[in-house]
């Protein structure tokens, strides 16, 4: 006799029980609970502030760079004029580029270690206590 699980069959198994609710009961489970790493908001700070570091450093180099030579191009009489000691302006500005690119090198170390270094450090140690705790279950 083949047993057909018909609507005419009278009893059905009863539904599955719902899930258990998981409420943290603790801070350190709710810390372990928290997104990944990689959805951090963490991470789109860092991109921002690198990504602004880039920008300032650039535009200090070639903004002073780029100004040397529209006034090459558009003011040539400023540019052979004299300047202190009987030098052309223009070679004491193309002797300035030395400089303007030195500060923003200090520009770029120092906006490094002031505020991207510390967002990179401490992402790194919290990616180190995610690996932990990963591997701990």
């Known amino acids: 006799m083949s047993h057909d699980p018909s609507p005419s069959y009278p009893h059905r198994p009863p539904p599955p029980p719902p899930p258990p609710s998981y409420a943290p009961t603790s801070h350190a489970h709710r810390a372990s609970r928290r997104d990944p790493l990689g959805r951090h908001s963490d991470l789109r700070i860092l991109r921002s502030a690198y990504r602004r570091q880039r920008r300032t450093a650039t535009l200090a180099a070639l903004g002073y760079f780029t100004l040397f030579l529209l006034l090459s ?25 030395l400089p303007v690119t030195w500060l923003a090198i200090a520009l770029y170390e120092h906006t490094a270690r002031r505020r991207v270094d510390p967002l990179a450090d401490r992402i790194r140690k919290e990616a180190e206590l995610d690996a932990r705790r990963g591997a701990g279950r």
């Open 73 to 97: 191009a558009y003011a040539p009489g400023l540019m052979t004029g004299t300047a202190a000691g009987g030098l052309p302006t223009g070679l004491l500005l193309a002797l300035a580029q």
